[in-house]
């Protein structure tokens, strides 16, 4: 890709690091953060990526940069997704035209990347915990630098980020931003509030305060208890002002609300927050997609923008599982949703609008969702929990003991299933299959139609016990569905074995699931233009394996089988049915299992995820051919 050209912005052109931030005058910083804005509106519609929440913090992330310095002191951004301000100013600004893209910039803060992403993070509510463990590790090393955690305001969702509260220290050189963007998080809201805020965070009170301090400590005999008197006083008229809240109650110093998209402002409160030493909490509110007048009105749907001219043009699987979803909720009146702050990207928007009493959201928080949704099963409901793949790994020991031990009935909707080309190894779905082969009585469907996503609801209702349901993101592969699926298919016919073959007397036979069936069908193509045949087999449930392998045994066919599959290999799909079948004693030993064997892919630039996973259509061909050859 070429080098982003900057000519055409005046001041964010000369910004290539920090130092070069520090050094502008005060007076241009607004039109750096009007710059930045534009840049952003441009490059993230070309690239796809995370808009809204970006546009939002623009001014505190250089009021960060102006204040503190990276990389000596430590800037954790919780999630990591709104630090593409903080990607440009710390010299990743010419690579910009890269992000997301193979072999580019992250979308999230990755520490391999640059020595300013102090850690990295796809997951929400990490940031305060991180932030405190480098805290005290500079602490242990005697060092004087400073931790700042940028925490939005849905990340205090999270139980991880109460458990980090919980746990701060007052020795710590640790300042916590809470960016308060759509919810409120404090009582302490309203213009007075604010106004004492302002008013301990100014250059003057900051003097009077230490003057006072100075002056009093110096008074023979009564200087020290007097001193101790007035600060008593200031905080019992601080509690009768206003409530305290919560970050005070838990011994941390608390300033806020301010304004977080005035940048003269944060600057002195961050300045004062530096000087305080100890733990601070700075409350700021910033307007999401500021700047942007779509994302401005519409910032929940500016989350996340596909890129500019890449929106599919057929229904994605999550809105397959949405429609799905609402036509069972009409004959299935104990049917219930529950989604961690994701009825958009999980397709479950129109349940929430046509039934909303059955639908619910538990902020980010999906451990609470599977428990909270085995309490509804107890109770008599049909719980359907809908997560992406990467953020169900938060909620396995919820699955298992909550769930499954107890034979409760509960639907895992697995969105985003596979490997992720955009987000990265944060977001690879390659996990679930594993994890949840592991637990004795969950089954596992895995559709690669709109009606097989109902089809395994269908299933998943009648069976009971837990059922998850996985499929990747985007529109449905429409070539798999002609080459696999007969023409009548209903969305009631249950999830099955599907067979595909390149012609007669096949020599060899893969077995696999999912979008990843397309490779397979690419490579039994190429080897039949090479003179033999291959037959593919298209599983749409996998566990129990038992029962898949009685179901596959009879189409194995060749002198070689090959299971194919798109997630760790350990545990998976492959190895839990290659012993189901030596079980039924229908496999024979000249077999091979294609699957990621590191589930933290990062394809370099040129290069598909699935070619760096060496599950792609050309490494399934050089397996193939290894394997006819030992019969030879």
């Not at 305060?128 to 931790?147: C, E, F, P, R, V």
């Not at 909550?402 to 596979?418: C, E, S």
Request: glycine fraction near 10%; aromatic fraction near 8%; charge should be neutral.
């Amino acid at each position: 890709m070429a080098t982003e050209n900057f000519d055409a912005y005046k001041l964010l052109g000369k910004i290539d690091s920090p130092s070069d931030l520090k050094a502008l005058a005060a007076a241009d910083l607004p039109l750096l953060a009007k710059e930045i804005r534009q840049y952003l509106s441009y490059r993230v519609r070309e690239n796809g990526g995370h808009l809204s929440s970006n546009l939002g913090v623009v001014e505190l992330t250089m009021a960060i940069h102006r204040v503190f310095s990276t990389p000596q002191d430590h800037v954790i951004f919780d999630v990591g997704h709104q630090s593409y301000v903080h990607k440009l100013i710390t010299g990743r600004k010419a690579q910009f035209d890269t992000l997301r893209q193979a072999g580019g910039l992250s979308g999230f803060t990755k520490r391999a990347e640059s020595e300013h992403d102090a850690f990295g993070a796809g997951h929400s509510s990490t940031a305060i915990s991180a932030a405190i463990g480098m805290a005290t590790a500079d602490a242990l090393n005697g060092s004087d630098a400073y931790t700042v955690a940028v925490v939005g305001d849905g990340a205090l969702t999270g139980g991880l980020a109460y458990e980090g509260l919980n746990n701060c220290r007052s020795d710590l050189r640790l300042i916590i931003v809470i960016n308060e963007n759509e919810m409120s998080i404090s009582p302490n809201t309203g213009g007075l509030s604010e106004h004492l805020s302002r008013i301990r965070s100014s250059k003057k009170y900051i003097s009077a305060k230490a003057f006072t301090s100075r002056t009093l400590r110096a008074l023979p005999l009564i200087g020290k208890p007097l001193y101790v008197l007035l600060r008593f006083i200031k905080k019992r008229v601080k509690r009768l002002v206003y409530q305290e809240n919560l970050f005070e109650q838990m011994g941390l110093r608390y300033y806020g609300p301010l304004d977080g998209n005035d940048i003269e402002g944060l600057i002195a409160s961050l300045s004062y927050a530096k000087q305080c030493g100890g733990n601070t909490v700075l409350h700021v509110k910033t307007q999401k997609g500021m700047g942007d007048s779509e994302a401005q009105a519409s910032p929940d749907l500016y989350h996340g923008v596909a890129p500019q001219g890449k929106e599919p043009a057929a229904p994605t699987f999550s809105e397959y599982f949405g429609g799905a979803l609402c036509r069972m909720a009409k004959d299935e009146p104990d049917l219930c949703a529950i989604t961690a702050a994701m009825s958009y990207g999980t397709g479950l928007e129109p349940f929430r609008v046509a039934y909303s009493k059955r639908f619910f959201d538990v902020g980010i928080a999906e451990g609470h969702a599977v428990t909270f949704a085995a309490g509804l099963a107890a109770g008599g409901k049909l719980p359907v929990v809908a997560l992406y793949s990467t953020f169900l790994q938060r909620a396995y020991d919820n699955v298992l003991h909550d769930a499954a031990l107890q034979h409760l009935p509960l639907i895992l909707a697995i969105d985003r299933a596979g490997f992720s080309a955009a987000d990265g190894a944060t977001h690879h779905g390659v996990y679930d299959v594993s994890l949840l082969s592991g637990i004795a009585g969950v089954r596992i469907f895995a559709p690669v139609t709109g009606e097989g996503i109902a089809a395994s609801l269908n299933a998943a209702r009648k069976r009971g016990g837990v059922c998850a349901i996985r499929y990747p993101s985007g529109a449905q592969n429409m070539a798999l569905r002609e080459a696999f699926y007969p023409m009548g298919v209903s969305e009631h016919d249950a999830p099955r074995v599907r067979v595909w073959e390149s012609g007669s007397a096949p020599r060899a036979t893969v077995v696999t699931h999912g979008r990843i069936a397309d490779q397979a069908l690419a490579a039994a193509r190429a080897l039949q233009a090479e003179g033999f045949s291959v037959r593919v087999l298209l599983c749409e449930y996998l566990a129990p394996y038992e029962e898949l392998a009685a179901e596959v045994a009879p189409h194995l066919a060749g002198e070689a089988t090959l299971f194919l599959e798109e997630e760790i290999r350990s545990g998976g799909f492959g190895e839990n049915l290659a012993s189901a079948l030596k079980n039924h004693g229908t496999l024979h030993e000249n077999y091979a299992i294609i699957a990621a064997e590191n589930g933290f892919v990062t394809p370099t630039s040129g290069q598909t995820v699935w070619q760096a996973a060496g599950v792609d259509a050309e490494a399934l061909c050089r397996t193939l051919r290894d394997l006819l050859k030992n019969k030879q």
